[in-house]
């Protein structure tokens, strides 16, 4: 009993021409796929173009001094945006200085043996349970337990450095520094979680290589396995950047709302996405567009953001 | 097991000159499951000791407890006495970051670090306190392992731009530049083209008038021109089923390959091993 051998009777152009199911599917398919992608590009455009759109009044209105005034009055149609860029990066800046070196000293900690792994795996899943707290838990939370707790420590602080520009005004219940540090906590599971995974992809064989050398923990961990997963850590701290960035409900609920720059953080200040949530409901008109304008800086803030962290990352590549 | 008296032969025979590294009643342990059972065996100064057997018969293993490298692997256990210049290296008092100074290390896969060809070399220098000209070390390091001339005019690029046989000379090279007095090499060529592998051995070769060298390998004909003595580890099984290690025979490399004492050996150098 033998099976019918593949006949090659037909010539190879005859066979190509006729129809095979798979052929179409693979036709199908691919057309399929390329509509996809096409289709999540063009809404890219059209999100772009809708708030370059609705903007055009309030950029033609104030150009790019728009940038650079503090005023916010809808009742003479007066608008600028300084205080909500300044307070947007300065608040993000805040958090970084705090998250990052927790965050990278946590994934550390989770990536090497210091403890059991049955011990350090729940550790590991509570960190990132913290990335599910919707943002307004983290508001309320901020607002009733965490600002009333911090604030004598903030107002040990004037006392001690009030000097300091930016410590120089009693600290308020609503503020800039506090929310900074609400959104560190918000963004530091981001940065344990995508640092943890870069240091435990390192090879095991550069560590030991540098075990073999003679080298410490502390050496082999500063100046072998963090460099080697330099790029991943950079890559979670510019996500976690693009997050504070765009961080809406808590820093709305937390900062203040206050439509001028003030140097010292502990007085209340603005974002913009906190400016976008308040006003949106009420807004028509030039208010509605210059709201607008507001919303396209923060997304090419975010895209500047974005931006850097793929130069930086492939520079980092390349040194590896 | 008869592995005393081989080695007792052997000593008597033909191991010559004061060992640096000596083997007393080894056993290794990883958990409860015995790795390595009862080995006996002295390194002798500025020579290549090979080590050859099956997979499985514990030579890496072995290799590996004479830097402590294997203290990073949870449940590992050490019997017995391995000393170092007549200092027991188990010893609560002896650092194993020290024993890896002194006890320098080549591995199975080329493992440079992310850094620049300069750096893989400076850094193991800096960690041990290097205070001369960084510049001259590197050269010479580089020089000691055969490489300069592939790579002086790319100091600054990376380590792992290099092929595997440069990766691996690069290794080398890092590790004479800690200037260790041993240099364990666990099947450095295995990962290599034959070119590669030669160079290497040439490289053996020249090492061994300022080294001691214990080499594992798999390959007998490697160990055949690179060693001067040769320990051949055998695997047997245990009383629970389990696998354990031990060495079968000991001796100057001609010996081992040319008039072995142990038939298993015989079978093994022959190619005749089931």
């Given at each position: 009993?033998?099976?019918?051998?593949?006949?090659?009777?037909?010539?190879?152009?005859?066979?190509?021409?006729?129809?095979?199911?798979?052929?179409?599917?693979?036709?199908?398919?691919?057309?399929?796929?390329?509509?996809?992608?096409?289709?999540?590009?063009?809404?890219?455009?059209?999100?772009?173009?809708?708030?370059?759109?609705?903007?055009?009044?309030?950029?033609?209105?104030?150009?790019?001094?728009?940038?650079?005034?503090?005023?916010?009055?809808?009742?003479?149609e007066?608008?600028g945006?300084?205080?909500?860029?300044?307070?947007?990066?300065?608040?993000?800046?805040?958090?970084?200085?705090?998250?990052?070196?927790?965050?990278?000293?946590?994934a550390i900690?989770?990536s090497?043996?210091?403890?059991?792994?049955?011990?350090?795996?729940?550790?590991?899943?509570?960190?990132?349970?913290?990335?599910?707290?919707?943002?307004?838990?983290?508001?309320?939370?901020?607002?009733?337990?965490?600002?009333?707790?911090?604030?004598?420590?903030?107002?040990?602080?004037?006392?001690?450095f009030g000097?300091?520009?930016?410590?120089?005004t009693?600290?308020?219940?609503r503020?800039?520094?506090?929310?900074?540090?609400?959104?560190?906590?918000?963004?530091?599971?981001?940065?344990?979680?995508?640092?943890?995974?870069?240091?435990?992809?390192?090879?095991?064989?550069?560590?030991?290589?540098?075990?073999?050398?003679?080298?410490?923990?502390?050496?082999?961990?500063?100046?072998?396995?963090?460099?080697?997963?330099?790029?991943?850590?950079?890559?979670?701290?510019?996500?976690?950047?693009?997050r504070?960035?765009?961080?809406?409900?808590?820093?709305a609920?937390?900062?203040?709302?206050?439509?001028?720059?003030?140097?010292?953080?502990?007085?209340?200040?603005?974002?913009?996405?906190?400016?976008?949530?308040?006003?949106?409901?009420?807004?028509?008109?030039?208010?509605?567009?210059?709201l607008?304008?507001?919303?396209?800086?923060?997304?090419?803030?975010?895209?500047?953001?974005?931006?850097?962290?793929?130069?930086?990352?492939?520079?980092?590549?390349?040194?590896? | 097991?008869?592995?005393?008296?081989?080695?007792?032969?052997?000593?008597?025979?033909?191991?010559?000159?004061?060992?640096?590294?000596?083997t007393?009643?080894?056993?290794?342990?990883?958990?409860?499951?015995?790795?390595?059972?009862?080995?006996?065996?002295?390194?002798?100064?500025?020579?290549?000791?090979?080590?050859i057997?099956?997979?499985?018969?514990?030579k890496?293993?072995?290799?590996?407890?004479y830097?402590?490298?294997?203290?990073?692997?949870?449940?590992?256990?050490?019997?017995?006495?391995?000393?170092?210049?007549?200092?027991?290296?188990?010893?609560?008092?002896?650092?194993?970051?020290?024993?890896?100074?002194?006890?320098?290390?080549?591995?199975?896969?080329?493992?440079?670090?992310?850094?620049?060809?300069?750096?893989?070399?400076?850094?193991?220098?800096?960690?041990?306190?290097?205070?001369?000209?960084?510049?001259?070390?590197?050269?010479r390091?580089?020089?000691?392992?055969?490489?300069?001339?592939?790579?002086k005019?790319?100091?600054?690029?990376?380590?792992?731009?290099?092929?595997?046989?440069?990766?691996?000379?690069?290794?080398?090279?890092?590790?004479?530049?800690?200037?260790p007095?041993?240099?364990?090499?666990?099947?450095?060529?295995?990962?290599?083209?034959p070119i590669?592998?030669?160079?290497?051995?040439?490289?053996?070769?020249?090492?061994?008038?300022?080294?001691?060298?214990?080499?594992?390998?798999?390959?007998?004909?490697?160990?055949?021109?690179?060693?001067?003595?040769?320990?051949?580890?055998?695997?047997?099984?245990?009383?629970?089923?389990?696998?354990?290690?031990?060495?079968v025979?000991?001796?100057?490399?001609?010996?081992?390959?040319?008039?072995?004492?142990?038939?298993?050996?015989?079978?093994?150098?022959?190619?005749?091993?089931?």
């Amino acid at each position: 009993m033998t099976s019918e051998p593949i006949s090659h009777s037909e010539s190879l152009v005859e066979s190509s021409q006729r129809f095979r199911a798979p052929r179409l599917i693979n036709q199908i398919f691919r057309w399929l796929t390329l509509a996809l992608a096409v289709g999540i590009g063009l809404v890219l455009v059209w999100i772009t173009y809708s708030l370059l759109s609705i903007a055009l009044p309030a950029i033609a209105q104030f150009n790019l001094g728009f940038l650079f005034t503090q005023v916010w009055n809808p009742v003479q149609e007066l608008y600028g945006a300084l205080p909500q860029i300044y307070g947007t990066i300065v608040s993000s800046i805040i958090a970084l200085i705090f998250a990052v070196p927790l965050g990278v000293g946590v994934a550390i900690f989770l990536s090497e043996d210091f403890l059991p792994r049955r011990v350090l795996t729940p550790i590991a899943f509570l960190v990132e349970l913290l990335a599910a707290i919707p943002s307004v838990v983290y508001g309320m939370w901020g607002i009733f337990v965490f600002i009333p707790a911090i604030l004598p420590i903030l107002q040990g602080v004037h006392k001690a450095f009030g000097w300091i520009p930016f410590f120089s005004t009693a600290p308020s219940t609503r503020q800039m520094f506090a929310t900074g540090l609400v959104l560190a906590i918000m963004i530091l599971p981001t940065i344990i979680a995508i640092s943890r995974d870069s240091l435990i992809s390192v090879p095991p064989q550069l560590r030991q290589g540098a075990y073999g050398l003679g080298a410490t923990r502390w050496e082999t961990i500063t100046q072998v396995l963090l460099p080697a997963s330099l790029s991943g850590i950079i890559g979670s701290v510019m996500l976690a950047l693009g997050r504070a960035l765009g961080e809406t409900m808590a820093a709305a609920m937390l900062i203040g709302n206050a439509n001028r720059v003030n140097v010292s953080l502990f007085a209340p200040a603005s974002t913009i996405s906190a400016l976008i949530a308040n006003q949106f409901g009420e807004a028509s008109g030039l208010q509605k567009s210059a709201l607008f304008y507001q919303a396209l800086i923060l997304m090419v803030l975010t895209l500047v953001v974005n931006m850097l962290a793929e130069v930086i990352v492939n520079r980092f590549q390349q040194v590896e | 097991m008869t592995n005393p008296s081989i080695y007792s032969n052997s000593t008597d025979n033909s191991i010559s000159g004061s060992p640096v590294i000596t083997t007393e009643n080894v056993s290794i342990f990883y958990g409860s499951f015995q790795a390595v059972r009862n080995v006996f065996l002295d390194i002798p100064k500025n020579k290549v000791v090979a080590f050859i057997g099956p997979s499985g018969c514990g030579k890496s293993t072995l290799l590996r407890c004479y830097n402590r490298l294997n203290d990073l692997i949870p449940g590992a256990r050490v019997e017995g006495k391995i000393t170092y210049q007549n200092i027991d290296l188990y010893d609560p008092k002896v650092d194993p970051v020290e024993v890896r100074r002194r006890i320098g290390m080549v591995f199975q896969r080329p493992n440079p670090f992310p850094k620049s060809i300069y750096e893989n070399i400076a850094f193991g220098a800096r960690i041990n306190g290097y205070k001369g000209d960084m510049d001259e070390l590197v050269e010479r390091s580089l020089k000691g392992a055969a490489l300069w001339d592939e790579v002086k005019d790319k100091l600054k690029e990376s380590g792992l731009s290099l092929s595997g046989g440069q990766q691996q000379r690069l290794c080398i090279a890092r590790t004479i530049a800690i200037e260790p007095e041993v240099i364990l090499m666990d099947e450095p060529c295995s990962a290599l083209d034959p070119i590669s592998t030669l160079r290497v051995e040439d490289l053996i070769h020249e090492l061994k008038q300022r080294f001691t060298i214990i080499i594992v390998t798999h390959n007998m004909q490697q160990a055949s021109r690179v060693a001067d003595y040769t320990a051949f580890f055998n695997a047997e099984a245990g009383e629970h089923g389990s696998r354990f290690g031990y060495l079968v025979e000991y001796d100057r490399t001609e010996n081992i390959f040319n008039a072995p004492q142990e038939k298993a050996t015989q079978d093994y150098v022959s190619g005749r091993f089931g």
